[in-house]
């Protein structure tokens, strides 16, 4: 999976390749960082991130002329990083507290006003 976006917020089709365990080749933007990037004890990366042209065709080569695995153990990493920390059903659960915490707020702020 490449993207190539040069400015935008966490990208939807990245965490649904990384939940098919892709390999990714994405454009150094902090949220592709963030969702790519080695953390929490993480030994491989979930992706390879490039800033420039150049460095997109370099780094795309050497993927595709890596023989080491390196693309299975990257896209697994994705799976198990986007599982971890980007659940469907979590994610649901979450957005549903926020939406009844916001109603619950201005039902709260309406009663104040009367």
Excluded: W
């Excluded at 994705?78 to 619950?104: N, Q, S």
Aim: charged share 35%; aromatic share 2%; with cysteine.
């Amino acid at each position: 999976m490449v993207n190539t976006s040069i400015s935008e917020g966490m990208s939807s089709a990245l965490l649904e390749a990384m939940d098919l365990q892709a390999c990714i080749l994405a454009r150094d933007i902090p949220a592709n960082r963030a969702l790519l990037a080695p953390r929490d004890g993480d030994e491989e990366a979930a992706g390879e991130l490039f800033s420039s042209p150049d460095e997109f065709v370099q780094r795309a080569s050497a993927l595709l002329a890596d023989t080491t695995g390196r693309r299975a153990r990257m896209g697994a990493a994705a799976m198990r990083r986007v599982r971890r920390h980007h659940d469907p059903a979590e994610e649901t659960r979450r957005y549903r507290e926020l939406v009844v915490g916001a109603r619950r707020t201005e039902k709260s702020t309406e009663r104040l006003r009367r």
